[in-house]
């Protein structure tokens, strides 16, 4: 892969500061509770939410809405296509760390 | 200008560390949770042991139906708690999960085959037909123990 090739690579889907932060939380687990991300990524709800429905309308995300009480409880999870983007970006960045070399 | 071949091998790299943290346990799981799994397959053992045995119980059919009304009752309250108890999962999780409740619907239908079908003769002793629903349990009392000790 050459430089060019790894920077065409990346997506920007998956590039934004708040979104690979997200996927990366995403990507160690199985599935993880929107407030057990919001705390670990410190930001605010509306913020992650943005940011969720994005991922979400990607394809990279699911979101699962349950009820405790009136309070929702969202499970969020990389689809199998996330987890395949988010790869790719990865694999991506190690090569364009690299440089030159 | 050839270059080296991108690290998609997990040899080295982000993709490597990132492989290598997803091998390990979240830190945000939830003993509650745990807890409730391991009371689900305390559940499925107990109306398993019961069901196994009710051919030698005196009332044993009486007793069979009481065992299965109250999983009935309390199954769906264990299962609900345990979903508002969500938390991290740690990856492979549900697969496991998956598994473990085929393979404990598995060993009750052999079980059953054995045990409550007329179509073979079968010695039933208690420790053995115990020993059975205990081992369709295993699993998902293992995933449950797994959750709460990552918890801690």
Redesign the interface.
């Known amino acids: 892969?050459?430089?060019a090739l790894?920077r065409r690579s990346l997506d920007d889907t998956v590039h934004s500061p708040v979104r690979f932060c997200l996927m990366?939380a995403l990507?160690?687990?199985?599935?993880?509770?929107y407030q057990?991300v919001k705390e670990?990524l410190d930001v605010s709800y509306t913020l992650l939410s943005k940011h969720v429905i994005l991922l979400e309308q990607a394809g990279y995300l699911r979101v699962r809405k349950?009820f405790?009480g009136r309070t929702p409880?969202t499970?969020l999870a990389l689809t199998r296509q996330g987890r395949s983007a988010?790869?790719t970006h990865?694999?991506?960045?190690?090569?364009i760390?690299?440089g030159l070399t | 200008?050839e270059?080296?071949?991108?690290?998609?091998d997990g040899s080295?790299?982000?993709?490597a560390r990132?492989d290598l943290?997803?091998q390990?346990s979240?830190r945000?799981t939830s003993t509650r949770e745990g807890l409730l799994v391991i009371a689900i397959a305390g559940l499925a053992f107990s109306l398993l042991a019961v069901i196994f045995q009710m051919g030698r119980l005196e009332w044993g059919g009486l007793i069979g139906l009481g065992t299965a009304l109250l999983f009935s009752a309390l199954l769906p309250f264990v299962a609900v708690a345990r979903?508002?108890n969500?938390?991290?999962?740690?990856?492979?999780?549900?697969r496991r999960l998956a598994v473990a409740g085929a393979w404990a619907v598995l060993v009750a239908g052999v079980g059953g085959f054995l045990w409550r079908s007329d179509l073979v003769e079968i010695a039933a002793p208690a420790w053995l037909t115990t020993l059975v629903a205990l081992a369709a349990v295993v699993p998902m009392a293992g995933l449950g123990l797994s959750l709460v000790r990552a918890a801690r």
């Open positions: 892969m050459t430089l790894a990366a990507n160690s687990v199985d599935s993880a509770d057990t670990a349950d405790v409880h499970i988010f790869r990865l694999a991506a960045l190690d090569e760390v690299k | 200008m270059r080296r071949p991108p690290t998609t080295a790299g982000l993709l990132a943290t997803a390990r979240p945000d979903r508002r969500e938390r991290a999962h740690p990856r492979g999780y549900g």
